[in-house]
């Protein structure tokens, strides 16, 4: 999979939330019309710690591998034409971030998270099977402070994963320093209580996951110098788990016990 590279056309707004400050773009994707995307300024500081970028394509990848709806993503370029739409109050937080690509996914009008949503629209396989996506990717970004779901048209979408692989060494004894803190933690425990065969579609996934995809973004990341050691030791921990699904499996239900 080539991760598609399009051209900011215009600056709609800022949305809420978060220490990226998120654009609404217009984006010229070759269509007829533009399209919208959220596009985050991860600023150089939080670069130099994190690769939140390689970090986002790899979530949302392993995500759609996994059939967990997700948006679609893009690299994005900004044109001398798009910089003259950005308000000025706007332009301190461009001047964070010098790279010449940011990291968008396609715009979804949809409904932030709530406890009611999740009964209507999560089914009893959904929600073990994110809490174990979360468990795979070590992603520390999916809690009841910033839920990083959306719902919409009784379809979900997990967002957000600048906070996976935040492990500098991926260890999966080290999930449990994330797990109680997890949105759907409660109502996992709950489910495998009355079900022990809970984790089952989660297991159909993992056991039949492919990285062509992964392998190809990483490739092209890397050729762009935002890809490097760390992601390609994830893939090779994600690969090695996938090969014996069952210990990964138990570790979560012993954990949830």
Not at 224 to 242: A, F, N, P, T
Request: charged share 25%; proline share 5%; aromatic share 12%.
């Amino acid at each position: 999979m080539k991760i598609p590279s399009y051209t900011a056309f215009r600056f709609i707004n800022t949305l809420g939330g978060g220490t990226t400050r998120p654009w609404l773009i217009e984006v010229d994707t070759g269509k007829a019309n533009p399209e919208l995307y959220v596009m985050k300024l991860f600023p150089d500081k939080f670069l130099q710690q994190q690769n939140f970028i390689a970090h986002e394509v790899m979530g949302s990848i392993l995500a759609k591998e996994m059939d967990l709806p997700t948006p679609d993503i893009a690299l994005i370029k900004l044109s001398e034409s798009f910089k003259a739409t950005i308000p000025t109050e706007q332009l301190p937080d461009l001047q964070q971030c010098s790279g010449k690509l940011f990291f968008a996914t396609k715009y979804t009008l949809a409904t932030e998270y709530s406890q009611t949503l999740q009964l209507r629209y999560l089914t009893k396989d959904d929600i073990p099977t994110i809490l174990a996506f979360d468990m795979l990717i070590y992603n520390i970004d999916r809690t009841k402070r910033k839920p990083n779901l959306l719902f919409c048209e009784k379809k979900f979408y997990v967002i957000d994963h600048e906070g996976a692989f935040a492990h500098a060494h991926p260890d999966r004894n080290q999930i449990s320093f994330i797990l109680k803190n997890h949105l759907l933690y409660n109502k996992s425990k709950s489910l495998l209580r009355r079900n022990d065969d809970c984790f089952d579609s989660f297991l159909f996934y993992l056991e039949g996951l492919r990285f062509n995809n992964l392998t190809a973004a990483l490739s092209q990341l890397k050729s762009l110098g935002l890809s490097g050691v760390k992601e390609q030791d994830w893939v090779e921990y994600i690969s090695k788990v996938s090969k014996e699904p069952s210990k990964f499996i138990n570790l979560l239900k012993e954990l949830l016990q």
